[in-house]
Each structure stands twice: as structure tokens, then as C-alpha cells.
């Protein structure tokens, strides 16, 4: 049996499977190039560090270095243009020590469940401040020809305000940030269109538009996150890496590399198909879905070591056959540690808290 949801969501998974066969070839090359000029004009790099995933091995590890430091070529700043091309990388990189931690296991406890709209193939879901202390849902969705950016009635799952975009968009993740004079925005990220699409956050009118370029060239998930006062949005791709961009310009600064560990011994292991993100600013690490995955991996966004995995295997273990993957996280505001969470084409969403067990 057949719906237009489940085709639409396995040609979806085609074209990411061969996408990735296609990019594995012409990154393996480009890693073993790189590899053997920095052997030849540092000698002091050894052993050399290699790209392991985006050679797309699946369970590939990491020994050496998590971390990819990028330096940018001066971009473009001027505001006034919606459009801003993406910038040039020369990658360089940084030899970091991973922390001494491993990854521990977390739960989750159920406290609400609340419908959601069945034919939103969620990517995106996050809270947005409004006067008085309020908060308003906002949700983006995928595939080709049903994409949009939604206010959503928390209680009912319908929609308040809705953008739809054009056919040939395929929107993924969206979070929300403020201008330097303080406007509110929403971002939304397209899966394989290199845009990323930005909207008067009350009105949902959309105001810009500009390119962008990740590890994959894809993208997935996003998040806002501020560190020593630098705003900055955190980035998926699919791969195993998260890219930080400057908010001010959306010009990339850094990539880490997401790793697990399960004991000190062992070596840091790459997770890749990061999807949703959603960072949490009481201890500063970034939440995440991945692909096919009914986890959430807690991420220390500066080591890039996943310090919690939390199992939500039974959070909706009655799945019906035409909901698709768990996806979508929101923190709830004015708590640390409760979220509503949802997945692709699903009735419902949950409020949860995560629970990390002891070390
Ligand atoms: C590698 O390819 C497989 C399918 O062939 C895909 O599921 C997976 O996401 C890809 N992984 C990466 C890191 O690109
Ligand atoms: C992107 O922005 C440009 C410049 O404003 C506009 O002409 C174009 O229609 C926008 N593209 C989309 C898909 O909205």
C-alpha cells in the first residue's frame, strides 16, 4: 500500500542515498589530496587527520582530531543586499585533545501529549518570544511541493499563519533570532537548494533570501546559540559535523565534528545524520535528532562530544505506518529541561523532560 506521504518520503531517502554515494567519491578524493599536502608542508602534522565522514563509511572513527577550524575569506557584509553569496573556505585543521568524558545514558519522562497536524513532515520546531513573557510554536516542513514556515496552536496542532514555498524548495530545520535593532526573524534552511530563507517572525512575510554551503552542501537542522555575547546559529547537514555561523552575516566561523564515546579506551566514534537541533542555554550544549534514530544525543558544541545519548524508543513505539522519522525538538520555554518533541508526519507531539542517568 501506497500513500503520496510514504512515496514522497522514500524518494527522499533516494536521493539522500545517492547523493552520499556520488559526494563519497569525489570527497575521498579531495580528502587524500589534502592529505598529502599538508604530509608534505607539515611535518610536524602527524598522524594526518582525514575527513572520516564524509568518506561515508557509516560506523567510521575518528582517533585523531574532532575539530575542523575554518578560516574565511572576507565576505561579503553589505546587509542592505538580500542576497549574499557564500563565501570561500580554505579549512585548516586544528589539532584539538578530545575531553576526557564519555558518553553517558539518558531517559525521558512523559508529561503531556497534545495533537499535531499528521501531514506536517516536520524539521523544524521552535519557540518564539512574543510580549508579556508569551511564546508562540513555530514549525517548518519538508518535501518538494508541500514545504512551509507555520505558527502553530499548541493545544490543537492547527495553523495560525502559514508561508508556503515555492515547489522547488525542500525546507529543513528553522529557528529564530533577532536583527541588531532587534526585529524578530525566523530562518529556514532548504535541503539541497544551498538557500536559507528569512521571515518577518510575526508576519511570516518573507524578507531575504542567500546561499549557503555546508560539509554535504545540504541542509538539515539549525539552531540558535550565544556564547561570550556572540550570536551565533549552529548548522546540520547529515554528516556528522556542526557548522557555526556568525548571525550577523550568516558567514561560517568553525566546524566540529560530532563523536560518542562509550568508554575513555575507546576511540571517539563519528554520529552522523545529525538532523534537528535545538541548543540548550542552561549548560550550553546543542540537542539532536539524527536520522532514523529515536534518540536525542546531547552535544558539548565545543568539543563535539556527544555526553549524553537519551533512548525515546517508547515514546511512540505504536507507530503508525505512515508516520515517518522523529524529528523536531523544542525547548519549553522558562523550563531547563522539558521539551515538546515531535516527528515526521505524526498525530501527536509530547511534551518530555530528559533525564541524564548518574555517572
Ligand atoms: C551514506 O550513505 C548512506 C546510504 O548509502 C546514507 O544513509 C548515509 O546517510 C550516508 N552517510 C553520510 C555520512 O553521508
Ligand atoms: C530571493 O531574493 C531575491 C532578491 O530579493 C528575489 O528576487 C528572489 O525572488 C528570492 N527568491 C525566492 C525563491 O524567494
Redesign the pocket.
Known sequence: MSTPETDATSFH?KR??FI??V??VAILTSAIVSAVLICRNNNNVSPISIDH??S?A?TTSAPTTPSVQITTSPASTDNSSPIATAPTFAPTIAKTSPEPDVTRRGTFELLETVPHDPDAFTQGLVFVPRDNNQHELYEGTGLYGESDVRRVDLLTGNVLVQTELSDSYFGEGITYYETESGEGRIVQLTWQEGTVFVYDSQTLQPLANRTFSTT?NEGWGITGREKDGNKMFVVSD???YLHFWNQLDFVEFRRVQVTSRENLEDDPNAV??LNELEWDPTTDTILANV?YSDTIQRIDPDTGLVTVEYDLSTLYSDRDVTSDVFNGIALVPGTSDEYWVTGKLWPNMFRIRLIDEPK
Do not use: A, I, M, Y
Request: aromatic content about 6%; glycine content about 16%.
Open positions: 531517502r539522500k542515498r552520499g554515494g559526494l563519497c565522514e564524509s561515508n557509516t554535504r547529515g554528516s556528522s552522523n545524520n536520522w
